[in-house]
């Protein structure tokens, strides 16, 4: 999603606005939820990969194109600060509840590793 600051904005580091998010669940059957900075949202997706880790901390993934169908809606009756998404059952650990019920997940971003894991814990509890 396009940031609510005016400017010039690098895609490579993940945003509380999406960008450069890597996160391997992302996949069919996933649903994303971002902030929504301005008028409009100016939504863009790229950088699709074959295969990765979380996070793409080494730096290398395995690049490559891709067609992909995502289906947008404003959600005026939901709030998120930093990307969030939902699983559908059974693509993490495979434990019964996961099997059961899928996934809930609130990620926290930002250049402190430890605020940013507050962020998440803080808005699971939310």
Not at 67 to 86: C, E, F, G, I, M
Not at 106 to 122: K, P
């Amino acid at each position: 999603m396009a940031p609510s600051e005016p400017g010039r904005h690098s895609i490579v580091p993940p945003s509380r606005w999406g960008g450069n998010l890597d996160i391997k669940h992302l996949t069919t059957g996933a649903t994303l939820y971002l902030p929504v900075g301005v008028e409009g949202a100016r939504f863009s997706l790229g950088d699709t990969h074959a295969a990765q880790g979380d996070g793409e901390v080494c730096g290398t993934a395995i690049e490559t194109a891709m067609d992909v169908v995502v289906r947008l809606s404003a959600r005026k009756d939901l709030t998120v600060d930093a990307p969030q998404y939902d699983l559908p059952r059974g693509p993490l650990d495979g434990s019964v509840a996961d099997r059961i019920h899928g996934s809930h997940v609130c990620t926290g971003v930002g250049s402190d590793l430890l605020e940013a894991a507050r962020d998440a814990v803080r808005a699971t509890i939310a």
